[in-house]
C-alpha cells in the first residue's frame, strides 16, 4: 500500500520532470536503441512461438466444431487483442524491467546515481525519464512488430496441415479484425510500457544498498510490472467495455 | 577591465581566505543525531583530514557539503555562498568548482574510461570543442598515469586503476575544492599510498584545496595539514597531525593506537 | 538508423492493420446510404457487413427505431455499387455462420428494375426461423410415413386375392380409406409449405447466404436438400392424385355397393384402377424413405445435430415413460 502510494509520488515527479528541459535527447535515444531495438530477437521468437503453437493448438477444438476455416480469424483476434499485447509486455517486463531495475540499483548502491547529480546532471532526467519514455514509447512498437511476427508464425501453423493462400489469410484475418480490437490493444501497450518503465525505475532508484539490494530490486521489478500488467489489461477490457468498442 | 579586477579581486579574496565554512550543521535521521552542531572552515589551499570512525556521519557530512543531502539546520558556504539557499542552477555552477571523489569511485558502468571523463565535462561546460574536450582527457589521465585505459570500460580495470580514474574525473574539471570520501577504502597500504601520493602531486600542480574524510591513518599522517576529528556528530578536536598525536584525550587516543 | 527502421517498420504495421480494417469497414472509399425497415433486426449492430449476393459491400452505419414495429437500419454501401444495385433488390438479414456476426444479404430482384438512388429504402423479407422450419418438416416426415403405412397395409389387402372377400364386406374399409384420404391431403398442405421454406434455404444455401448458409458451404448438401425438397414435392404431387383416385374409387365401391351390384363386381371392374393405387403407394413408400435418408443426413449434419438429439432424447423420455405406466 505505501509502495504504490511511493510508485505514485514517482510516477508525478516523472511527468513533472519530463516536460522540463533539459531534454536528455541523445540518452533518450540510445535508451530507445536498447530498451526497443534490443529486444526485438526476443519478443520476436516469443511472438512466433505463440502465434504457431496457438494455432496448432485451437485447431482441434475447430475442427470438432466444423469451423476449422475460422482458424485465421481466431487466432488473428486473439493475437491482436490480447496475446500480442499483454505477452509481448511480459517478456518486455522480464527482459527491461529486470535490467533496468538492476542497473539503477547497481548505480544507486555504488554512488554512480551520486556522481550524476554532482557532475551537473539531475539524474532522475537523465535515467529515469529516459528510460520511461522509452519504454513507454518502444513497448507499443514492439507490440506491433511482435503481433505481425506472431501472425506470420500462425501462417506457417495453418499450413503445417493443409494449405492456405497468404492472401487468404491475411483477408480472413483482417475481415474478422475491427478497429475496436486493434486500437485499445494499442493504446494499452503505452501503459504497460510505461508501468515496465516506472516500476524499474523506482526499485532501481530506491534500492537498498549493497549486491543483494540490487538483485531484489530487479527481481521484484519483474513480478510487480507483471502484476501491474494484468490489473491494466483486466482495467482496459472494463473500460473498452464500457465504451462499447467490441 | 573593470571585470577583470573584480575576478581578480574575488581570486585574491578566495585565495587569502576561508573557501569553505560549515557553520552549526544538524543533521538527523529518524531519532539518529549523526551530525549535532558541527563546525569546520577550510582554508584555500589547504589540505584538511576529518577523522572518525565508520558511522561517525563522515560520509553525511561531505553529502551535505556538496549538496546530496540536506542539512537540517545550519550553513555550508562554497566561495561565500551559503549552497542551502541555492536553486539547481546556481548549486550545479558551485559544484562545477568542487570535485568529490566517491568512496566507491562512482565509474559509470556503460561507458568507456573516455565517455566518463566526459561526461563532467559536457555536462558542466555545455560550450566546448571536441578539442578541447579530448586534450583535456588526455591531461587528466596522465595526471594520474593511466593514458593507455582511455577506450576501456571500468569493468576491466583493477580496482587501484579505478580509484585513479575516479580521480582523474574529479580532476577534469580543475576544481578548486576536492572533497575525498575514504580515498584508501577497499585499497591494499602500497595502492593507498600510491593514491595518497597521487593525490598530494595533484594538488601541489593545480593548487587546490582539499577536504579528506578518512580513518585511515597512513592516509591520515600522509596527507593532512591539519585534522579535525568527528566524535559524536561534533567537532571533538583540531590540529596538526604531531599535536594530535601528542594527546592523552582517550577520545584522540583511539585513533592512533 | 537501426532504431528509425524499427519504429517504422512498427507503424507501418500498425497503419497496415489499421487500412486494411478500414477498407473493410468502407471508410477509405466513397459510399452511399442505402436504408431497410425491419419488424426485428435480431442482433444487428451498427458495423455489421453488408453483402450483394455474398460480396462484401458495406456496412451497416446506424440503427434507429422508428416506432415500436419499425426499425430503419442505414448501410453505407461502396459508391460502385449504385449502378450495381436495382431498387427492386431484397433486403435480408442473415448471419455469418451460425456462430458468426449478423450480416445483411442484399439480393437482386429479378426484374431490369431502375438502379437504387442514394438514401432509398429497399424492400426486405422476413428472415427465415430454421427452428419452425424444422420442425415443420419433422411433423410432415411423420405424416407421411404414417399414411404411407396405412395405405401399404390397404394395398397389401387389396393384393391379396383369399382376403379380398372379407375385406370388401368389411364395411369399414371405405371409411379406413377416406380416413387415409384426409391423412394424405393434410400430409400434402404440409409438405407443400415446408418445400416452399425448403425453397427458400436452398435459394439461400445457393447464393451463400442466410444462416445456414456460411455453415453450409458443402454443396452437396445444398444439393441433397434440393433433393429431398424435389422430392417432398413429388410425395405431395402423387399423395394429391392418390387421394383423388381414392376418393373416386371409394365412391364407386360405395355406389356399386348401393345400387347393388356387388363389392367384388365393383372392384375387379376396373383392375387397372388397382395397378395405379398399387404403383401410386409404391411410389409414396420410395419418395417417404427417399425423404428419411434426406432427414437422416441431417440428423448427421453438425448443425442440426442439437435438435436431433433433443428429439431422441425427448422420444427417449417418453418411451421410458410408457414403459413405466405398463
Known sequence: MQETGDVSVFAIRFFKEAFKPRYEISEFIRQCFVIGYKSLPLIGLTGFIMGLVLTMQLRPSLIEYGVESQLPAMVGIAIVREIGPVITALIFAGKIGSSIGAELGSMKVTEQIDAMEVSGTNPFKYLVVTRVLAATLMLPVLVMLGDAISLFGSYLGVNIRGVTSFHLFYTQVFDNLAFGDVLPAFIKSFFFGFAVGIIGCYKGYYSAKGTEGVGQSANSAVVVSSIVIFVIDLVVVQITDLLNLN | MKEQVLIQAEKKKESSGDVLVVKHLYKSFGSNKVLNDFNLTLVNGE???????????????????????????????????NITDLDHEELDKVRAKVGFLFQSNALYDSMTVRQNLEFPLRRHWMHVTQQEVDNLVQEALEDVGLAHTINMMPAELSGGMRKRIALARTLILKPEIILYDEPTTGLDPVTGKEIIELIMTIQKKYRSSSLIISHDMTCVRLAADRIVVLINGRCYAEGAYDELKRSVDPGIKQFFE | MKLGMFVLSGLLFLIVMLYMIGKNRNIFGPAFILKAQFENVQGLVPGNNVRFSGIQIGTVKKIHIINDTLIEVVMLVDDKMEKIIRNDAIVSIG??????NKVINISPGRSAAPFVTKEEILNTRKALNTDDMLLTLSQTNHDISVVAAQLKIAVQRVNNSTALWTMLNDETLPKNLRASAANVQLATAHAAIVAEDLHAIVYAVKSGKGSLGSLLADTSFAIALQNAVEKIKGVGDKADELALSLNSVISGVQHDINTGKGPVNALFKDSSMVTRISNSLDNIQRGTDAFSQNMEALKHNILFRGYFRKLEKQKNRENRQSIVAH
Open chain 3, 95 to 100: 448471419s455469418d455462420g451460425l456462430m458468426g
Open chain 2, 47 to 81: 589540505n584538511l583530514v576529518v577523522l572518525g570512525k565508520s558511522g561517525s556521519g563522515k560520509s553525511v557530512l561531505i553529502k551535505c557539503i556538496i549538496g546530496l543531502l540536506m542539512p537540517d539546520s545550519g550553513v555550508i558556504e562554497l566561495f561565500g555562498r
